[in-house]
């Protein structure tokens, strides 16, 4: 069993940087690959960036990609998403998730874990 908890949401001006953080329990943490997704209201479930399990390989949404970097520390259990150059439409509740696939994959419907979500709002 993995327990993820988000961190780093809040309010910021379109432009602006906000890092997310996951942290994550348990001792397996190295063996899932990561991912974030969000959800605005009224949207369904976008997926965002996914990294492996070693942090080698990486992928991105096209609508993130140039902006969002994600990274991990599988010493501190940690994932983390640094969100630059931030739009209105990034707007939505960020939801941290691992899945027992290595490999950095899109479907959610493929992971297994999940937090319980961070709010990002960006402002215009």
């Known amino acids: 069993q993995v327990q993820l908890v988000e961190s780093g949401g809040g309010l910021v001006q379109a432009g602006g940087s906000l890092r997310l953080s996951c942290a994550a329990s348990?001792?397996?943490?190295?063996?899932?690959?990561m991912g974030w997704f969000r959800q605005a209201p009224g949207k369904e479930r976008e997926f965002v960036v996914a990294?492996?399990?070693?942090?080698?390989?990486?992928n991105y949404a096209d609508s993130v990609k140039g902006r969002f970097t994600i990274s991990r520390d599988n010493t501190k259990n940690t994932v983390f998403l640094q969100m630059n150059s931030l739009k209105p439409e990034d707007t939505a509740v960020y939801y941290c998730?691992?899945?027992?696939?290595?490999?950095?994959?899109?479907?959610?419907?493929?992971?297994?874990?999940w937090g319980q979500g961070t709010q990002v709002t960006v402002s215009s």
């Open positions: 990294i492996d399990r070693s942090g080698t390989n990486t």
């Open positions: 998730a691992g899945t027992r696939f290595g490999a950095a994959i899109k479907m959610w419907q493929l992971y297994d874990y």
């Open positions: 348990g001792r397996t943490f190295s063996q899932y690959a």
